[in-house]
């Protein structure tokens, strides 16, 4: 495993333990050359996922680019680290066991949608923002209204 700190290629498995989902292997790593400590997770990939985006362009699925945009919904936002792993690695299970190679961006955002959902309101709106590309103020207020009454609901 490369290190992130000088680059170097091989790195020492300190410390192995499953995650609390039993989801993947979380593995505690010592470069040897730097001596710097990092953390990496090892999961089962069930099948190679392509995305088909809004353009009809496709590329492959990248895990890290929906764990980037989860956090970043979730910037300063009071959720550990360990539930947004934990949230990822639902959703990628959610696309895989799908049945099918190829999944559209707007699948990927609705799982998402739905989790943050379930994770932090404030995280949801700004997901929402962007993925339903929100241009005036009222489409905020319009979309916090609904969401209070499917509250309330």
Known sequence: M???????SDSQV???RPTEDNASIRRRRQCESCGGRFTTFER???RELTVIKSGGEKEPFD?????RSMRIALRKRPIDEE???KTVSAIVRQ???MGESEVSTKQIGEFVMEALLALDHVAY??????YRDFREPDDFNQF???LRQDAKA
Do not use: T, W
């Open 2 to 8: 490369r290190c992130p700190f000088c680059g170097h």
């Open 14 to 16: 300190k410390d192995s």
């Open 44 to 46: 089962v990939q069930l």
């Open 63 to 67: 895990r890290d680019k929906l764990m």
């Open 83 to 85: 539930r947004v792993e």
């Open 95 to 97: 696309l895989e066991s």
């Open 125 to 130: 709106v700004r997901y929402a923002s962007v």
């Open 144 to 146: 916090i209204d609904n």
